[in-house]
C-alpha cells in the first residue's frame, strides 16, 4: 500500500487522514482544500509532535482489483455506472475509523468523487456525530448576525442559490452540507461545489464569472448527457473562488433555517415548523444521505450508523432550539430556472430583500 498521506480537518474538530497515491491525495486537496499536517508515524519515520493531530478517520484508496478485509469489519462490493469499487470496512469501534477501498472503472475523477460521498465522507458523518456535531445537508449562506441554513435534498437548489449568492457577492459556508453543533453553531464543510451543464440557464451571473476551461468542460458534460440519454450525466467539481465572493471559514451563529420541498401544488408556500418536525424531517434526509454505505451493512455497523442517527438528532434538537425554522414548497411542476428564481426572492440571497422569516410556533408541553 502506497503510505503517502495527507489529513483534512472539519469544523475544527474531526480529523480525515487519507492514504494513497499522489492523484488521490491531489483530488481529496482540490475538494477539501490545503491539506493539515499529518499526525502521528509518516513516511519520513517521524512522529508528528501534536498530541491532538490524531486521525478520527482513516481511508486508504488505491486503484486495482485486490483488497483485503479488515480485522473485526465488513467488506462491501458494488458501483454505479462505469466505476466500480470494493470497500473493506475496519469495526465501528475502531479509533480510528478505518477503510480501504479498491477502485476500477472510470473516469478515475468521477470513480474518486463517487466513493467520496458514498463511503468517506459517509464515516466523516459518524465521526463527527461522535463528537456532537452532525454533517447536515444543507447550504449555509452568511448575513451580519449570523447564518442561514438551506435544508434539501439533492435537487432542491441548493449548489445554484448558492453559486447565485457568490456572484452577488455575498458570504457563503457551502453549498451542499454545513456542519452543526448543539450550541447552534454553523461552520462550512470544505467540498467543492457540484455544477451541472444547467448552471448556465439557472445562474447565468455566476457562469459569466467561471473560467473558460470550466464552462467548455460543463458544455462537454452536456453533449455526453445527451448523447448518452442521461446515462452518463456527472457533475463538475468547481471551487467557489472561481465565481468570487466570499467563503466563511469560521463558526458563525445559526440564526435561521429554512426546509425546502416540492409538492404537487400551484404556489410556493412558506410554513413555520417546530423543531421536532425540522429534527424528524433532517433525519430522513441524512438517511438517505448514507443510503450507500447502510444498505449493505448489518451488525455492528448497523447498530452504529443507527446510534449515529440517534446522536444527530439529540444534536438538532438542542441546536434549533428557538431558532425560526420555516418549511418552504415548490410547485412540482415548475422549472429548474422557475423554482430558483422564487426560492432566490424568497430568500432574498441576491436581492438582500428576504420574506421576514415567520415567527416559531410555540411548542406545548405535554
Known sequence: MNDHASDHVFAGSVRLRVRGSARVLRHFAAEYGQAAPPAGPTHTGRDDPTPDGAPDVEVAI????????????????????TARWRVALGSPDDVPLRASIVLAGGPPSVTLSLVQGYFVEALVAVALARAGRVALPSAGFAAEDGATVLLGRSGAGKTTLTARALAAGRTVLSDDQVVLDSAGCVWRYPRRLRFYPDIQETAPEAWALLRP?????????????????GYIAPSLAVPASEIGGTVEHGALPLRRLVVVDRAAQEDLTATPRDPAWVVEQAGLVLADQRDRLSRDVGGAWAAALDAALAAEQRTLTAALAGVPATEVVVPRAWGARRSVDALDTHLGLTSGRAAPPAEAPPVHAR
Open 213 to 229: 476551461g470550466t464552462r467548455a468542460a460543463l458544455v462537454r458534460r452536456g453533449r455526453v448527457r445527451r448523447l448518452t440519454h
Open 62 to 81: 488505491r486503484f486495482g482489483t485486490r483488497l483485503e478485509p479488515l480485522p473485526g469489519g465488513t467488506l462491501l462490493v458494488g458501483g454505479h455506472k
